[in-house]
């Protein structure tokens, strides 16, 4: 099957598959299909948000220890060889968690010029989604993070998790405020999207912000 056509919602109700976790550089997959990542502090979500939006709940790996995720983890529709002519749609990245890490400093040094190498140097690289967990906001490192998203140029949008955790009438001022923080910023995407793996909610909404990345939009 050629990748030529672009991804539309179907591909998210395909089976998925790991094909790949990638310790440094060295291991990259050839840059191929657009891809999109997912970026944020350690338990903010990021296994539980990708394993929701493929309905795949054993995709991503998810653990209550901080740092669990050491690695870039490529994830694919199942079915594609990967040999030219038959690439997939597209590629969700999970990548390792800033902020806090359950290692000696020098992994996490390690970990971290893993994840901006791979974001600066990545043609295939579409949109980093940025996780924020709604009960916390926009903190210093995440402030670090964008910073470092709009010094290398690479396209991000901000989505918040774990909605569910506040109160309804919370969640309308909170968009609002990240809006507003991220309203200068040269390469943040305007629109905010409130998620919640547990509930489902923003599932579609973050679908088709993916869909309208990788599709050039």
Same mark, same amino acid.
């Given at each position: 099957?050629?990748?030529?056509?672009?991804? @539309?919602?179907?591909?998210?109700?395909?089976?998925?598959?790991? =094909?790949?976790?990638?310790? @440094?550089?060295? $291991?990259? &997959? &050839?840059?191929?299909?657009?891809?999109?990542?997912?970026?944020?502090?350690?338990? %903010?979500? +990021?296994?539980? /948000?990708?394993?929701? *939006?493929?309905? $795949?709940?054993?995709?991503?790996?998810?653990?209550?220890?901080?740092?669990?995720?050491?690695?870039?983890?490529?994830? %694919?529709?199942?079915?594609?060889?990967?040999? &030219?002519? @038959?690439?997939?749609?597209?590629?969700?990245?999970?990548?390792?968690?800033?902020?806090?890490?359950?290692?000696?400093?020098?992994?996490?040094?390690?970990?971290?010029?893993?994840?901006?190498?791979?974001? +600066?140097?990545?043609?295939? /690289?579409?949109?980093?989604? %940025?996780? =924020?967990?709604?009960? $916390?906001?926009?903190?210093?490192?995440?402030?670090?993070? /964008?910073?470092?998203?709009?010094?290398?140029?690479?396209?991000?949008?901000?989505?918040?998790?774990? =909605?569910?955790?506040?109160? %309804?009438?919370?969640?309308?001022?909170?968009?609002?405020?990240?809006?507003?923080?991220?309203? +200068?910023?040269?390469?943040?995407? &305007?629109?905010?999207?409130?998620?919640?793996?547990?509930?489902? @909610?923003? *599932?579609?909404? /973050?679908?088709?912000?993916?869909?309208?990345?990788?599709?050039?939009?």
């Amino acid at each position: 099957m050629s990748s030529s056509r672009e991804p @539309d919602a179907g591909v998210f109700l395909r089976p998925w598959t790991f =094909i790949r976790g990638v310790p @440094d550089m060295r $291991h990259l &997959p &050839p840059e191929g299909p657009p891809e999109v990542a997912f970026a944020g502090r350690s338990n %903010v979500g +990021k296994s539980s /948000l990708i394993n929701a *939006l493929v309905g $795949h709940g054993g995709l991503a790996r998810t653990s209550n220890t901080p740092g669990r995720t050491q690695e870039l983890n490529f994830f %694919v529709p199942d079915g594609y060889s990967g040999q &030219p002519g @038959d690439l997939p749609p597209m590629a969700l990245v999970d990548m390792p968690g800033y902020g806090y890490a359950a290692a000696p400093k020098d992994k996490v040094d390690a970990w971290t010029k893993l994840v901006f190498d791979y974001l +600066k140097g990545r043609v295939s /690289l579409k949109r980093v989604y %940025v996780l =924020i967990d709604s009960r $916390h906001g926009i903190k210093k490192n995440d402030e670090e993070v /964008l910073s470092l998203l709009d010094k290398a140029a690479v396209s991000y949008q901000i989505v918040l998790t774990k =909605i569910d955790k506040i109160k %309804v009438a919370g969640v309308e001022k909170l968009v609002a405020e990240t809006q507003e923080k991220v309203r +200068k910023r040269p390469a943040a995407y &305007p629109a905010i999207v409130a998620t919640s793996s547990e509930k489902g @909610d923003g *599932l579609d909404d /973050l679908r088709a912000a993916i869909l309208a990345a990788v599709n050039g939009r």
